[in-house]
């Protein structure tokens, strides 16, 4: 007799998380733009720049793979960056105030829980659609961490905590190894796991993943669990890394990682995407702001690259998909 499991493969031959040609296009991509920054600037392609750029990304490259979950289960999640600052201006009181380290970390970490389990339970068991609750929750959170802490930053981050995020191991940033071990962890959800086929067969059909047995609600609350629980960490690691936290942090965030997942193939209509995609498409977004910035590019020229990036990105993307 089939199982749901194997219905939900029948049905879907070509919804797996594996290295396929689009990956390959946006490694190629990568290079491109390493070879050409390298070639205008000789600071670019040396060890400390090139581990700087990867430092830098490790708060979006965070977020961007929690939204790639979430964007591969069809929805999204834009109160990313409010999630953060909420849970930045938490964790950092907690930790001023004497509470221990692990446990205002662990504190930290559930407003990330907290905010995933209710935008996850407003989706799936209320019906909303994710992008206006996760809009309402883009200012619900926000107003929280202003509310909080009176709209002031929160200085005196101990040097216990910071010594931990700004130390290196074997020579690599932890912040770094962070995000190699997160991500590899998701890839291992999204590649061996039931979970990962779930989040892949709601992002396909729904509803045929529920006529297949899949938990769907269930599996939908987890996904925003998991991005917000992934926002936290990443704010963790700005207020390790700044000495403090500001209520206004993580602004825009939320659009660094949905531009960092559509690069690596994400698609916003659900169904597929890539943890090692998403992983090159924050670096691609790391390197060109960086090498722009080492050549003395504005800003705002800046801007321009990235929008064009992810508009080819979507070309390409449908073109792909062959419609």
Do not use: C
């Not at 953060?84 to 004497?98: E, K, Y």
């Not at 935008?119 to 799936?124: D, H």
């Not at 206006?132 to 981050?157: K, Q």
């Not at 949905?258 to 998403?278: D, H, N, V």
């Amino acid at each position: 007799m089939m199982t749901h499991m194997d219905s939900l493969q029948a049905g879907r031959p070509v919804a797996r998380l594996k290295f396929n040609l689009r990956d390959a296009g946006t490694l190629i991509g990568l290079l491109i733009i390493v070879v050409t920054f390298s070639v205008l600037s000789p600071v670019f392609f040396t060890l400390p720049n090139l581990l700087n750029i990867l430092q830098q990304s490790s708060i979006n490259a965070l977020i961007a793979l929690g939204m790639t979950l979430v964007i591969i289960s069809g929805g999204i999640d834009l109160s990313v960056g409010p999630t953060a600052a909420l849970s930045a201006v938490l964790g950092a009181t907690l930790m001023v105030s004497g509470v221990p380290v692990p446990l205002a970390v662990l504190a930290t970490l559930a407003v990330g829980i907290s905010s995933g389990v209710f935008s996850g339970s407003l989706i799936a068991y209320a019906g909303l659609q994710p992008f206006i609750v996760t809009l309402g929750g883009l200012s619900l959170f926000r107003a929280l961490a202003l509310i909080y802490t009176d709209g002031n930053p929160v200085f005196g981050i101990p040097l216990e905590f910071r010594s931990l995020v700004n130390t290196t191991l074997l020579g690599i940033p932890v912040p770094i190894l962070v995000v190699a071990v997160i991500a590899l962890v998701l890839w291992t959800v999204m590649n061996k796991t039931p979970l990962g086929e779930y989040i892949l067969a709601i992002g396909g059909n729904e509803e045929a993943a529920r006529v297949a047995g899949v938990p769907v609600k269930r599996t939908k609350v987890i996904v925003y669990v998991i991005s917000g629980v992934l926002a936290s960490l990443a704010s963790l690691i700005l207020i390790g890394r700044l000495g403090a936290a500001e209520p206004t942090i993580g602004n825009l965030w939320e659009l660094d990682a949905i531009a960092a997942a559509a690069i690596g193939g994400a698609s916003l209509m659900g169904g597929k995407g890539s943890i090692f995609g998403t992983l090159i498409g924050v670096i691609i977004l790391g390197a060109l702001r960086n090498g722009l910035t080492l050549l003395n590019i504005q800003a705002f020229y800046q801007l321009l690259a990235i929008g064009l990036i992810i508009i080819l990105a979507m070309l390409i993307d449908r073109a792909t998909r062959g419609r």
